[in-house]
């Protein structure tokens, strides 16, 4: 018999050669699958055009491959969000899942070996398997019974169901038919309720092609969402229904999950059902083929909250103990982003020295056809031309729909005859603040004779004239953006970034100090005026003095190295 070493690519190729000559990938993965089992010696080799380019799959350990062959012919994987776990964040996901375990009777820890009752454990978004094997390999040949799955794509189940019964050779097919499914993991479980739900669902909005249209009905828990919440935590809400009390949820979710508007509802029922009692993330991202930024926030369902422990990275190395705060949960992450811990002394919010507003896509377009490079009119301002208390418009150039202006300006002559846009270019002409809405740190701008027009996203703050420069000292304060750097952490495009809605802004805090404000307010309009051979020091000035109006110096060296990659110092 020929032997063929099982390398990826070799097996990838006799995939796709099997695929030629069958016609179907789906008819290629049968007979791989046939090809495999009869390797060891579970019968179903097949027989005719594909038999030669198969030998690959000969190979005993050809079967260890399986998932990774799979995953890498997945052409459509950012669409369907299929990334699969790596084994070290599998282990850590079951160490928090499966041990101890609770007796639900007796409310007490108990030896499952001498107890006789071994946890029931799904996966509702199995892929080929990875969780449910590791979880096999723990509680012993006799639970494969007790480890249950669920997934869209029947390639992968039936990876998954070979893979068990490789595992469990004696196991009958008709078991594996009832417990590992072709499936939508939002939907019905028959076996509920589990002891733990464990798994790594697809990262995907909603409204992307794989979850469009899906009812509320096929949603089943996670019904009433909303339409941009992504479907890993649509799936996190669902399962919180599918355990016991005292059961644990453990799945793997994007970053945005711990501060995104969209998946508030989520953390809510998370706070409503249960308790947080570990949590893991990484700053690089963990999976091939995407850049997403992770994490896995471990429910106990009917626990009661306590302080968070936390682990990082791909070792998941472990971290300090971290209080859940209510609403966003960027504080769990913000450790492992190096975000120092503040507690300023506040006395109200930004919010009540006047309104916070963004604009949208209607102002975005609607002001399309009257901007112009430079000549009369009213400057438009976009987040690439707003640093730390200046504004580069006319110094560096930017980009608005798609096109290059080195001075964008709006012809307000021509808007106004148009008369669409007039009220609303009437509610922004006025002495602000311009807010970008993603920096390393919170860049901000006075805009004191009102002339200046925010370009999408960037926000407008409109306290009274003479606040104007009390608002911008609060936005240079070094503990309000290391604040919302840990409380809005996994909303922006880069880990580094903090993104701020126009709430969000509203709702930082102002200094206790009222005194020390005043005087970073008069600081900042130095720092805004100054020339660029001073301006850095000016800005430290400001930071300083907001340290103290804070009562809190803790995030001053943080922001401070921030500022670098933003103001470039005199030399």
Not at 15 to 25: D, M, P
Not at 489 to 494: D, F, P, V
């Amino acid at each position: 018999m020929l032997v063929v070493t099982a390398t990826v690519g070799g097996l990838r190729g006799a995939v796709l050669a099997a695929e030629s000559a069958l016609g179907s990938r789906a008819a290629a993965w049968d007979a791989v699958l046939a090809v495999v089992a009869d390797a060891h010696g579970l019968g179903g080799a097949p027989t005719g055009a594909a038999d030669d380019v198969l030998a690959p799959w000969r190979d005993p350990a050809a079967a260890e491959q399986l998932g990774v062959v799979h995953e890498s012919l997945l052409d459509d994987r950012g669409r369907s969000g299929s990334f699969y776990t790596p084994a070290p964040l599998v282990a850590w996901l079951l160490d928090r899942a499966l041990g101890p375990v609770v007796d639900p009777v007796v409310d007490q820890v108990v030896d499952q070996v001498v107890a006789g009752w071994v946890p029931r454990v799904l996966d509702p978004a199995c892929g080929t398997g990875n969780v449910l094997l590791a979880a096999l390999r723990r509680l012993g040949p006799g639970a494969v019974d007790r480890v249950h799955g669920t997934d869209l794509d029947p390639v992968a189940v039936a990876i998954t169901r070979l893979r068990l019964r490789l595992a469990v050779p004696d196991v009958e097919p008709a078991v594996l038919e009832r417990t590992v499914r072709v499936a939508d993991g939002l939907g019905a479980h028959p076996g509920a309720p589990y002891d733990a739900v464990v798994g790594n669902p697809p990262f995907l909005g909603q409204l992307r092609s794989r979850t469009a249209g899906r009812s509320s009905h096929q949603l089943g828990g996670a019904a009433g969402l909303g339409a941009y919440t992504d479907t890993s935590a649509a799936f996190l809400h669902h399962s919180l229904g599918l355990v016991r009390p005292g059961g644990v949820v453990a799945l793997v979710q994007p970053l945005s999950l711990l501060a995104a508007r969209d998946a508030g509802r989520v953390r809510a029922a998370v706070r409503e059902r249960g308790a947080v009692t570990a949590f893991w993330t990484s700053t690089t991202p963990v999976f091939t083929g995407t850049p997403v930024r992770t994490c896995a926030p471990v429910v106990t369902v009917a626990a009661e909250q306590g302080l968070v422990p936390t682990w990082t990275g791909p070792g998941a190395v472990p971290g300090p103990d971290v209080v859940l705060p209510e609403g966003e949960w960027g504080a769990l992450a913000a450790p492992a982003l190096g975000v120092p811990a503040v507690r300023p002394r506040s006395a109200g919010v930004l919010g009540d020295l006047g309104s916070c507003h963004g604009d949208f896509r209607d102002q975005y377009y609607g002001l399309v056809p009257f901007v112009r490079d430079g000549g009369a009119g009213s400057p438009l301002v976009t987040s690439g031309l707003i640093d730390p208390a200046r504004s580069r418009w006319g110094e560096a150039p930017t980009r608005f729909a798609k096109q290059a202006f080195g001075a964008p300006t709006v012809d307000l002559a021509a808007l106004h005859a148009d008369g669409a846009l007039s009220a609303w270019v009437a509610r922004r002409l006025v002495p602000k603040v311009l807010v970008a809405t993603q920096g390393r740190v919170i860049e901000a701008v006075v805009d004191r004779e009102g002339t200046w027009l925010p370009s999408v996203p960037v926000l407008s703050l409109s306290p009274p004239a003479d606040r104007l420069w009390h608002a911008l000292a609060v936005l240079l304060a070094p503990p309000v953006v290391a604040l919302a750097a840990a409380r809005y952490a996994g909303t922006a495009l880069s880990v580094t970034s903090i993104k701020l809605s126009a709430r969000q802004v509203a709702d930082l805090p102002l200094p206790a100090d009222t005194s020390a404000w005043d005087d970073a307010a008069r600081l900042a309009r130095l720092a805004q005026d100054a020339g660029d051979d001073v301006r850095h020091g000016a800005l430290l000035a400001v930071a300083e003095r907001m340290c103290e109006a804070y009562d809190d110096h803790r995030a001053l060296a943080w922001w401070t190295g921030r500022l670098e990659a933003r103001v470039r110092r005199p030399r």
